[in-house]
C-alpha cells in the first residue's frame, strides 16, 4: 500500500463512516448511473476519452508538489483513484467509496490550475465535482462541511446564526463604529438602496470587523447601501462543495431575490472567493441565468471603483512592505489580479510579487470546501501546500511582512500554514489595509 | 500472398479504415452534441470560438503555454511527433503516389531528406515517451495496457515505414506492417485515446471559452 493510501485508511471521520454504515452496493451503482446518465455533461466522455495520459497537469497541482511528486497527488492520479473505481469497477466496496470521497473532498481544491497546465483542457475539477456529487447522493460526506450545509438548509447561512442574531450583529457594529463616527448608519433594508453588500456568515460570527470596516468605507465612500435584514444576507455556499446542487440553487435563489426585493442595482461581495464563485458561475447556472441576474461584483472591483474614482483618500500609505495572494476563484475565476494589485499600490509604499503568481498562483489549500471538512483532514490540508509556505518564505525573504489576500477561505488556509511552518508573518484583508491607510 | 494483403491493405482496406474513422469521429460528435443539447446547454452557452481559437493557439503553439516551457524536452518531443504524425501520411513521396493512385489530386511532396529526418525524428520522440511511460513515476502511475498497445503501434508504425523505405532486409514483410499498422491506427480514431484529435478542439477550445469569456483570465 502506497503512503497516500495509508494516510486515506488511517482517516476517521464521523460524516463518512456514518453514511458509509449504510452502504449498499445496489443503491450506489444506481446513484452513479443517475449521475452519469442524467446529469454529467458529454465532457465527462470526452475527457476520459481523450485524457492521453501525458501526466503534465502534475507539476501544477500544490498537493503532487508539496507531497514530493506523490503519483497518487497528480490530478490525472487523482481522477483514476476516484472517479474511474466508480465508472468501471466491476464491484464498489465501502472502501472503493470512502477514498472517492476522502480524495475528492480533501485532496483536491478544485483550484482549477491544472486544467491550464493541461494541453488539452481536461477539466480535473469537474470531474472531482462530478465524484463528490456521487458521494453526497450516497450520503458519504465529511462531517464538518456537511454540518456546515445542513446550516445552509435550515438558516440559509452556514453557521447557524439565527435572524435577530445577524440583526443583533450589525447594530452592534454600527454601535461600534458611531464612536469613530458619531453620524455613520449600517442601513438595513433600505430598499432602492444602489448597492446590496453581502457576506459570508464567519463575518458576523468571527470577524465583526470586517462589518464595521466596511461600514465605515462605504460611509466615507458616500455609497447608497444596504445589508439585507433577512435570509439571502450570506452569499456563501458549501453546499455547492458538497454536491448538494438543490441547495445550491435555493441558497443562490434566496440572495438574488432579496436583491430583487430591495430594488437594488448591483451586489457587492465581501472579501470571499468561494462565494463569489458560486453566485458568479456556478449558482447562476444551475438557476438557468448565462450570468447573475442583476450585476455582482466582487470586494476587489468595487474597492478599485472608489479608489480609482477618489471618493476616498488614501492618509498615508502603509509602510510595512506587503505581498499578495492571489485567490483563485477570483484571478482564475474572475481575473481580479491586476485591479487587487493596483488597490494594494494605492495604499502601500512596498509591494514584492510572490512568484509564481496572478493565473498561475498555487492555491491556499483551504479552497475548495477543504478546509470546512474540518480538523480530521487538517493534517494533509496543511502537508499538502509546503510549496505555499515555500513562496511566503521567498516573499519573506525579500522583505514581505504581510501577506494580503481578499478571501476569506485564503485567510485561513493560510493562517494555518503560517503557523504550521512558523513563518512570521501577519496576513490582511484589502479592507484592513484600506480602513488603516484612509482619510476617515 | 503478401501482394493480395498488399493489395488490400492499400484499396480497400484503405478506404475502410478512412470510413471507419470518418463515420466514427462524426458519431461520436453528434453524440457528444445531443448529449450538450440535453444535459450541457452551458456548453453552447458559453463556447466562443474567439476565446477557444486563443486558447488553441496557445497550447498549440510550442512554448507559449507556461506547461510548454517548464517541460522543453517534452514540447519538443510532442512538436515533433504531431509534425511528422501529421505531414508524412500526405506529404512523404510514396504516400503521395499511393495517394495519386487512389484518385486523390496531386499533393505537394517533401523531398526525401526531409521526410526521412521526420520520421527518425518522430521514432525518438517515440521512444522518449515509451521512456517517460516506463521511468517517470508519475506518468507510469497513471498509464494503461491501452496507453502502452497505442505506443506500441505507433513505433511500429514509424520503425516499419523507415525499415520498408530505406529497403532493408525483409522490407516487403516491413512495408505490410506499417500498412497494417496505419490502417489500424486510422480507424481507431474516434475509439481510442487518439479522439484527442478532435476532442481537443471541444475540451481546450470550452476551457479557453471559460477562462476567456466568463472568467477574464488568461489559461495558459
Ligand atoms: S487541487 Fe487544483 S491543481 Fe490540484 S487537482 Fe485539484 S484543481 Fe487540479
Ligand atoms: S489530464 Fe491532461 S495533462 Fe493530465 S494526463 Fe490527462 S491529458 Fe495529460
Redesign the pocket.
Known sequence: MNEADQRIEAIHDEGLESGLAQFDEDRVKKIIKKVIEEEASPRLDA?LS?????????DSCHYYLSRDKDPAYS??GKVKESLLPLLRGKKITPETLKKAAIISYTHCNLCRR?TM????G?D?AYLISLVRRICYLCGVVPLYIQDTANSHSATFNQMWIKNDEWLDCLYWQEEEAREELPELTIPIEREGADVMYSVIGPEPKFRAQLIYQAAVIMEKAGINWTFPGTRGWDNSDMCMYTGDYEMMGRLKKAHFETAMRLKVDRIVMGECGHAFRSVFDTGNRYLGWKTPPIPVVHAVEFYHEILTQERITIKKKLATPVTFHDPCNIVRGRGLHEMAREVVGICCDTFIEMEPNREHNYCCGAGGGVINCGPPFKNERVLGNRVKAEQLLAAKAKGAEIVVTPCHNCHGGLEDIIHHYGIDMEIKFLSDIIYETMEI | MSHTLYAFMTGIGFQLALMICFCGTVLKLLLFFKRVARKDRAFLTFFSFKYAGRSLLCHLVPFISRTSRIHPEMTTATAIFHGAVLSLPLFYSAHGVLLADSGLPRLPRFPEPLSDILALAALGALLFFLGRRLFLRTVRY?STPGDHLLLFSLIALFASGLWARFQMPGFPEATLIHLMAGNLLIASIPFTRLS?IFYVLLTRGYAGSEFGGVRMAKDW
Open positions: 475527457y481523450s485524457c492521453v495520459h501525458c501526466g503534465l497537469c502534475s490530478p490525472a491544472c497546465y493541461c494541453p488539452l481536461v480535473i | 497513471i484527442h
